[in-house]
């Protein structure tokens, strides 16, 4: 059990923390949360700068076009870009955590060269289109069809839920591609361009009055056989490689950047008057020792994870207790700032986005069930 | 970073879990194999090995549910360098001063109040027996003044009762461990409308949540070891607190009418996380003690 960090380790800190201090004053002021073009400029100028200074895609493979490095390296990248302010991966999300590492392990030579550098320099922006209005826990419910038309796919249906669909270049999609096979092998994963002729984009407003996410409308849409990652019909276990990278460390500089939230909302109830009251103020210890665990949760499955070299299941349990965790941390901040709570303020957009963590990249409710079936190898009911 | 456990952690873990799920060992074997002797120093004759050990090994205690005073006696060799059985004691903030399995040990680490630690030879204490909620854990209530004793150190009071405290904490860890797999082990085997009951959802997500509170407290209990910071400690307990009283209650409602018998035992869990969640800091403590942190 090492918690420090080597030799090595402390040197890569060290010197992230040095240029971190020298870029981050060089920022320009952050856009407006509605201004998507200006967020997506912003979120990839950023990128970029990662790109000049090495630090794309820190955890991907070299040959990847990544840094390499250790897991361990991750972690602390993203607990230094976090404690330092720097800006979240935003419409670079999808790019750099799923789709990327996706094409870098299942991609042809051809692929990789295609699809990894412009996401590493923040020249491409990506979606993910698997949820469908009937396809959400249940994915591979899903009916958007592809039929092979020579050398493309003709792809017809619909998306939802498609966060940065209105800024994104290209959009990894799942597709059936054989509706009689049963339902897990008949998908395929394209990459779809989001200029192609055919794709819709429709904005859907969040509870919060934003624009998050969108619904794309997908009108005979052709996309080249050679966009197809693995094999035809072979998309579900080319899916499960994204999905066990959003559940490995995605979520991990958010529960730095919740321990940093709940010490500025103690010194809020300090100066608020709401410190004095005992409860409230053992709710904020209570939120402490949680969002700590946390931390060293992430820690511990990233050390396992780096000995078997895929995430684990563990990942299901930190999202699950995360993900309450952080709308419990809102709702305190709403005890602490009274009837302000009920106004449009900083911490009310935090406790309204929150209540999207129990509900994305797969429900409480699926991730109790993998804990319980995967984990503790409970039967499946009739 | 490497948070895994080495080898050699693996092993002190493993083996000690084999032995215990073999059979009870008693006193005189815990003792043979160093249980008490853990963090004293090689020369002095202990095994010379830290709180990241420790915590593994009360971990599996308390998987196991051992009964006696396992962690003031760690301790008070640990800390104070005090051969012979101890229980660390706190005064509590309501109700009398309860001393587990009093007549059969040598000393009482008392800390007060004011968080002073008094050393008391046990053979002093003015106590009588008190009926005790577990079974397996006896209890006598102090009478009349509390006997000065001798005063330690101010750093060595806070050590005993950070050490108690995390200690505490590893055993709950194991317990809580313990109601998850006594959980699904009988989620498994009991049939109703036809299938495991462990096939019901309802059954499946109570398990998934104790698992989740098992796992985030093991997680935090070996990282305030690793630590040793003051309000991880405190953090631990509290979650390891949570894990098993929650846990075995849990485990006593998967085993339905059968968990409300004396034979089925697992009462004797959810006792004994009730015991342990007032040794070391309790609740209101660790909270208090997390928000000067803050
Ligand atoms: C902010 C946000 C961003 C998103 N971004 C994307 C994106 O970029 N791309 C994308 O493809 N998708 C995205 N999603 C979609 C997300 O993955 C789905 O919303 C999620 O998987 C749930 O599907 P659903 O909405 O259809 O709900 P449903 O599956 O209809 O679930 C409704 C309720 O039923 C429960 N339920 C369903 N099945 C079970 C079961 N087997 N056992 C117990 N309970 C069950 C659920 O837990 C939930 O409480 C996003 C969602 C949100 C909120």
């Known amino acids: 059990m090492q918690l420090s960090d080597t030799p090595a380790e402390a040197d890569f800190r060290r010197r992230l923390r040095e240029w971190l201090g020298k870029t981050l004053p060089e920022l320009p002021p952050a856009p407006e949360p509605a201004d ?3 967020r997506r400029a912003y979120d990839t100028a950023w990128q970029r700068r990662l790109f000049d200074a090495g630090y794309a895609g820190v955890h991907w493979p070299v040959d990847a076009g990544g840094r390499g490095a250790t897991p361990s390296e991750h972690l602390i990248f993203l607990e230094e870009t976090e404690l330092a302010g720097a800006p979240y991966v935003g419409a670079n999300f999808v790019g750099l955590l799923h789709a990327g590492p996706t094409v870098a392990a299942e991609g042809t030579p051809e692929q990789r060269a295609r699809f990894l550098p412009p996401i590493l320099r923040g020249d491409e922006v990506w979606c993910q289109g698997f949820s469908e209005p009937d396809a959400g826990s249940d994915l591979a419910a899903l009916r958007t069809r592809a039929v092979r038309d020579g050398d493309a796919y003709v792809v017809t249906g619909g998306k939802i839920w498609t966060s940065h669909a209105e800024v994104a270049d290209w959009c990894e999609l799942l597709v059936r591609t054989d509706p009689q096979a049963p339902k897990h092998r008949g998908i395929t994963w394209l990459a779809m361009r989001m200029d192609a002729p055919g794709v819709t984009v429709r904005p859907l407003r969040t509870l919060a009055g934003t624009t998050e996410f969108a619904e794309l409308f997908l009108d005979e849409v052709r996309v080249p056989v050679g966009d197809r990652l693995g094999a035809e019909n072979d998309g579900w276990r080319v899916t499960m490689v994204t999905l066990s990278f959003e559940r490995g460390t995605a979520f991990a500089s958010e529960a730095v950047a919740c321990r940093r939230e709940v010490r500025r909302l103690a010194r809020a109830a300090r100066a608020g008057g709401a410190w004095d009251d005992l409860e409230l103020r053992r709710e904020l210890a209570s939120l402490e020792a949680e969002f700590t665990a946390l931390w060293r949760l992430v820690q511990w499955n990233v050390s396992e994870a780096a000995a078997r ?39 009310t957009a935090q406790r309204l986005q929150g209540l999207s963590y129990t509900i994305a990249a797969g429900t409480s409710q699926i991730q109790r069930n993998i804990v319980a079936r995967r984990i503790l190898g409970l039967p499946k009911g009739r | 970073m490497d948070f895994r456990l080495t080898e050699d952690q693996g092993r002190l873990r493993d ?21 008490f002797q853990l963090r004293v120093p090689e020369q002095d004759g202990g095994l010379g090995l830290g709180l990241p050990e420790a915590v593994l090994v009360f971990e599996e205690a308390g998987r196991a549910v051992l009964s006696g005073p396992l962690v003031g006696t760690e301790v008070a060799a640990a800390v104070l360098g005090l051969g012979g059985r101890a229980e660390v004691v706190r005064v509590p903030a309501r109700g009398p001063v309860l001393v587990p399995e009093l007549p059969g040990l040598d000393h009482v680490l008392l800390l007060r109040p004011d968080d002073s630690l008094a050393v008391l030879p046990a053979a002093a204490c003015d106590a009588s027996p008190a009926p005790a909620v577990d079974p397996d854990r006896p209890l006598w209530r102090l009478e009349g003044d509390l006997p000065p004793g001798e005063r330690a150190s ?6 005993v009762a950070a050490d108690a405290t995390l200690l505490t904490a590893a055993l709950q860890s194991g317990l809580a461990a313990r109601a998850v797999a006594e959980a699904v082990a009988y989620a498994r085997t009991r049939e109703q409308f036809g299938q495991p009951i462990g096939a019901f959802q309802a059954v499946q997500h109570l398990c998934a949540d104790m698992l989740a509170r098992a796992e985030l407290a093991r997680v935090a209990v070996y ?41 089925a035992r697992v009462h004797r869990l959810l006792k004994r996380a009730w015991a342990w969640e007032q040794a070391g800091a309790d609740r209101d403590r660790c909270l208090d003690a997390l928000a000067t942190h803050l």
């Open chain 2, 15 to 35: 083996g000690l879990r084999q032995a215990l799920t073999d059979r009870r060992l008693d006193w005189e074997e815990l003792t043979g194999i160093g249980v």
């Open chain 2, 154 to 159: 101010a750093p060595q009071a806070r050590r």
């Open chain 2, 223 to 263: 990282a305030a070891a690793v630590s040793g910071d003051p309000g991880e400690i405190a953090g631990a307990k509290l979650l390891a607190d949570e894990a098993a009283v929650r846990g075995a209650r849990d485990c006593l409602q998967v085993h339905g009418g059968m968990g409300f018998t004396w034979e």
């Open chain 1, 36 to 38: 998507w073009p200006g």
């Open chain 1, 309 to 347: 070299g895929v995430p684990g299941a563990g990942g299901s349990v930190f999202k699950l207790r995360f993900s309450e965790a952080r709308q419990r941390l809102y709702d305190t901040a709403a005890r602490v700032v009274g009837t302000e709570a009920l106004l449009d303020g900083p911490w």
